[in-house]
């Protein structure tokens, strides 16, 4: 079955500690998505890619860096510059046609810290 | 700025109930309206995707509308179920721009 896969489901970073979540997909999408979600909050847009080897800042990038070295990964790095890290991060991909296409998502990483 | 409701209070109705979900936007213009559900701990799920020129749109017991001169899409449930009980969250985005905004969900309890 298609889909998006995220690991590891929880995670826990200490202080001072960079950690990587990761995000592959296998639906042949080209645009790739991060996003935090915080409890009774909307989903909030860190990073997005629209093509290997390209990606932009979110509305949220401060603390998180992200790499597209292939078309089926897409990893989020939480680092210690992002002084509250603790949330549920998702990550999402769609085909091509712009804004009518639907999000894909996984089911998500929680984050907490240590 | 742009901005998007959705009602935070949790709507609980009886089985068998008809379920309405609303979501307001202001300041925006958007050609594209989809609906998601996310279950607790797991990632949203899409549902139903209207255009701005269309004002209804129906799949199984789900309907959605869109009116534009109100600035509202509502979303329907009929003959719901426990097992439609989740957060239901609508998202916008314009013709130029691949990237919805996410309202923040309402939850849906649906009791037997």
């Known amino acids: 079955d298609g889909g998006i896969t995220q690991s590891p489901k929880y995670l826990f970073r200490k202080e001072g500690q960079n950690v990587t979540l990761s995000c592959e997909q296998n639906?042949?999408?080209?645009?790739m998505y991060w996003y935090r979600q915080d409890p009774g909050q909307g989903l909030r847009l860190i990073y997005y890619?629209?093509?290997?080897?390209?990606?932009q800042k979110g509305d949220i990038a401060e603390g998180y860096s992200v790499s597209r070295e292939k078309k089926e990964s897409f990893p989020l790095t939480v680092t210690s510059a992002q002084k509250n890290p603790t949330a549920f991060y998702l990550c999402?991909?769609?085909?091509?046609?712009?804004?009518?296409?639907?999000?894909?998502f996984g089911d998500g990483t929680r984050l907490s810290i240590l | 700025s742009q901005k998007i409701e959705q009602n935070s209070e949790a709507l609980n109705i009886q089985e068998g109930k008809t379920a309405t979900l609303t979501c307001n936007y202001t300041?925006?213009?958007?050609?594209?309206l989809q609906w998601y559900r996310q279950d607790p701990g797991r990632g949203p799920v899409f549902l139903l995707l209207?255009?701005?020129?269309?004002k209804e749109k129906r799949k199984e017991r789900l309907k959605v509308t869109f009116d534009t001169t109100l600035k509202q899409s509502l979303f329907h449930i009929t003959a719901s179920q426990p097992a439609d009980s989740a957060t239901y969250l609508c998202?916008?985005?314009?013709?130029?721009?691949?990237?919805?905004?996410f309202g923040r969900g309402t939850s849906l309890i649906v009791h037997p």
């Open positions: 999402a991909s769609s085909g091509p046609g712009g804004g009518g296409q639907p999000q894909h």
């Open positions: 639906l042949n999408h080209d645009a």
């Open positions: 890619s629209q093509i290997v080897n390209d990606f």
């Open positions: 300041n925006y213009s958007p050609a594209y």
């Open positions: 209207i255009r701005e020129n269309e």
């Open positions: 998202a916008l985005s314009s013709g130029g721009s691949y990237i919805p905004t």
